[in-house]
């Protein structure tokens, strides 16, 4: 593989792997934010069967419907750490002699998105391979050749 062909395994990989972080993120921070009235508490799903004690304890037991817990915390992390490997990619493939720079950065970004789930850890699996790659790119030395 030429080299410019390994950087641009390099950022085809991070790229994946930021839009998987994307759209893993941005999915979980809609859950956590809208769609989890009824997850999380004792009884969980079945609060409208069981209108017993704990029917009428269902707000407490989530957190006041306040979407401001640590599930919806680190799905946003999830969701800026894809937003930042998808841009370190794209400046990787239009700048490619500061590989060091953005390679740090989709590898940084892709460990830190492991606590929001990731990309559905795939997504995360992706963007490391993707920084290592970008990290240990060498460019060819131009060679002169002796007449």
Known sequence: ????????????????????????????????????????????GMMDEFEGMMGGYHDMMDNFNVPAGSMTILSLLGLLSGIA???????LNTRPREHVTWGTIILAFSIVSLAGMGGFWIG????????????????????????
């Open 1 to 44: 593989m030429s080299s410019r062909g390994i950087l641009t395994a390099a950022f085809a990989l991070s790229l994946a792997g930021g839009v998987l972080m994307l759209l893993s993120g941005g999915m979980a921070w809609m859950w956590f934010m809208f769609g989890t009235s009824n997850f999380g508490g004792m009884m969980g």
């Open 85 to 91: 490997v998808i841009i370190a990619a794209i400046m």
């Open 124 to 147: 995360a699996l992706l963007g490391i391979a993707g920084g290592a790659i970008a990290l240990s790119w060498r460019p060819r030395a131009n060679i002169e050749t002796r007449s």
